[in-house]
T-cell receptor, first 111, second 113 residues
């Protein structure tokens, strides 16, 4: 059974304090790993898709990396507007279209 | 493009009542899906569709029905609502199946009393 574990559950940072969020996964062949951002009361907003180990994607202050067992979302010099819940999800190669999500990391960036 | 739209935004039902949550997308996406999001549980897949006329079950399908008569619409039906179905429901779509990015709607908050 595919599993996704995100850590930490919650993270508080000061503005400008860089850190990383972790997404560990167990999947029978990875077809894709997805990162989303979710603001309170809204639907998840797509950030990145990673397909193979060693791949990296960047967007503004965010950088996602992928290994064979985990993915990291690195946040460089965060701002208060980066406060949100960050979700990780995986899709396996088995032909099923069942996206499996982690429980998310709630990030708070204080000014 | 409006993207993925969901109606209603909020609904209160009594146990045993039925209702349909609407989802529409104007991006000509083949793949559509329904998730529920509960505190401490994350997003869980209810049903999905890889194209008009084709649907399949996700992780938590019991108590829910779906159909896909057009590319644009993917309604979710609760035949007899139960308090355990109190949740936030999200619809999502992607251009095709096969690992492409899914785009989510704004959600429907459902309370079953």
């Amino acid at each position: 059974e595919d599993q996704v574990t995100q850590s930490p559950e919650a993270l508080r940072l000061q503005e400008g304090e860089s850190s990383s969020l972790n997404c560990s996964y167990t999947v029978s062949g990875l077809r894709g790993l997805f990162w989303y951002r979710q603001d309170p009361g809204k639907g998840p907003e797509f950030l990145f898709t990673l397909y193979s180990a060693g791949e990296e994607k960047e967007k503004e202050r965010l950088k996602a990396t992928l290994t064979k067992k985990e993915s990291f979302l690195h946040i460089t010099a965060p701002k208060p507007e980066d406060s949100a819940t960050y979700l990780c999800a995986v899709l396996n190669r088995g032909g099923s279209e069942k996206l499996v999500f982690g429980k998310g990391t709630k990030l708070t960036v204080n000014p | 493009n409006a993207g993925v739209t969901q109606t209603p935004k909020f609904q209160v039902l009594k146990t045993g009542q039925s209702m349909t949550l609407q989802c529409a997308q104007d991006m000509n996406h083949e793949y559509m899906s329904w998730y529920r999001q509960d505190p401490g549980m994350g997003l869980r897949l209810i049903h999905y569709s890889v194209g008009a006329g084709i649907t399949d079950q996700g992780e938590v399908p019991n108590g829910y029905n779906v159909s896909r008569s057009t590319t644009e619409d993917f309604p979710l039906r609760l035949l007899s609502a139960a308090p355990s179905q109190t949740s936030v429901y999200f619809c999502a779509s992607s251009p095709t199946a096969g690992g492409q990015t899914q785009y989510f709607g704004p959600g429907t908050r459902l309370l079953v009393l």
